[in-house]
């Protein structure tokens, strides 16, 4: 999922910095460059959401070298090993 989400956001920002591109010329007609506008602020509004979410989600992380909530768990109550299973 995370390499769907890299690609959904490299392609709205590939497309953000062509709209940019397409802006800085005066090739383009006032109409569509408003329309271009338009929709470079809704593509960057999207790329600032989906970079807050990464942030947000990396924040939310546990610190290198922890163990995993699940083991931490399964070690207060005695061992990460089923001892039954062992013997």
């Known amino acids: 999922m995370a390499d769907t989400t890299a690609a959904t956001f490299e392609a709205k920002l590939a497309r953000l910095e062509e709209i940019v ?4 010329g005066d ?7 408003v329309n271009f506008f338009n929709e470079g602020r809704v593509l960057a509004q999207e790329c600032e959401a989906m970079l807050r979410a990464a942030q947000e ?11 995993p ?4 768990a399964e070690s207060a109550n005695g061992s990460l090993f089923d001892d039954d299973a062992l013997a």
Do not use: K, N, T, Y
Request: charged share 20%; glycine share 4%.
């Open 21 to 24: 591109r397409l802006l800085e």
């Open 27 to 33: 090739a383009v007609p006032l109409q569509e460059s």
């Open 57 to 67: 989600a990396i924040e939310a992380a546990p610190p290198a070298g922890a163990a």
């Open 69 to 72: 909530r699940a083991a931490v």
